[in-house]
Antibody, heavy 119, light 103 residues
Framework: EVQLVESGGGLVQPGRSLRLSCAAS????????MHWVRQAPGKGLEWVSG????????GYADSVKGRFTISRDNAKNSLYLQMNSLRAEDTALYYCARSGSGWSYFDYWGQGTLVTVSS | EIVLTQSPATLSLSPGERATLSCRAS??????LAWYQQKPGQAPRLLIYDASNRATGIPARFSGSGSGTDFTLTISSLEPEDFAVYYCQHRRTFGQGTKLEIK
């Protein structure tokens, strides 16, 4: 059974940093691209960042470019999101999601970890 | 950047009725269009990929059609558990969602 379990969310002050993790199991992790997708309270879905199976291709939404860094450790079956210079508008539920090599759709999602940016 | 526009924003129907949800792309996305269902407090669930292929375990009452810029998600006969928010997606872009509510 495919499982994606996010962790690392919490309450953080504006301008501070936070690191999210996603632990994957039930599939061959390094066969797939992985992504972070977020959802602000009461709002829709927003793709944040994606990384190819070998970290050779990485992309970011304009809203987080230069502040967030995605990475993965295939030996640990884990995905990460380093979030720096956090803003109030980064407050959201952050989902980890799996995709194929074409990044065309997300077939499995975690349950999300909540990030709240507030003073 | 591609923009996906979903309509209607809210759709009010009764169980047993047919639901038709629309997604329009600002430029051609070929058949690279997916649909997701999200219920309150849950993660999104993939329903349809590549415009018309049902994901694993998705009931046959869900179907997708379209190509280029115009796409449709059809639920042939609504079950109580189908009332939720539905999103379309192409690569990095999501539509704003259609809320399917009980009439």
């Amino acid at each position: 059974e495919v499982q994606l379990v996010e962790s690392g969310g919490g309450l953080v002050q504006p301008g501070r940093s936070l690191r999210l993790s996603c632990a994957a199991s039930g599939f061959t992790f390094d066969d797939y691209a992985m992504h972070w997708v977020r959802q602000a309270p009461g709002k829709g879905l927003e793709w944040v960042s994606g990384i190819s199976w070998n970290s050779g291709s990485i992309g970011y939404a304009d809203s987080v470019k230069g502040r967030f860094t995605i990475s993965r450790d295939n030996a640990k079956n884990s995905l990460y999101l380093q979030m720096n210079s956090l803003r109030a508008e980064d407050t959201a539920l952050y989902y980890c999601a799996r995709s194929g090599s074409g990044w065309s759709y997300f077939d499995y999602w975690g349950q999300g970890t909540l990030v709240t940016v507030s003073s | 950047e591609i923009v996906l526009t979903q309509s209607p924003a809210t759709l009010s129907l009764s169980p047993g009725e047919r639901a038709t949800l629309s997604c329009r792309a600002s430029q051609s996305v070929s058949s690279y269009l997916a649909w997701y269902q999200q219920k309150p407090g849950q993660a999104p669930r993939l329903l349809i990929y590549d415009a018309s292929n049902r994901a694993t375990g998705i009931p046959a009452r869900f179907s997708g059609s379209g190509s280029g810029t115009d796409f449709t998600l059809t639920i042939s006969s609504l079950e109580p558990e189908d009332f939720a928010v539905y999103y379309c997606q192409h690569r990095r872009t999501f539509g704003q969602g259609t809320k399917l509510e009980i009439k």
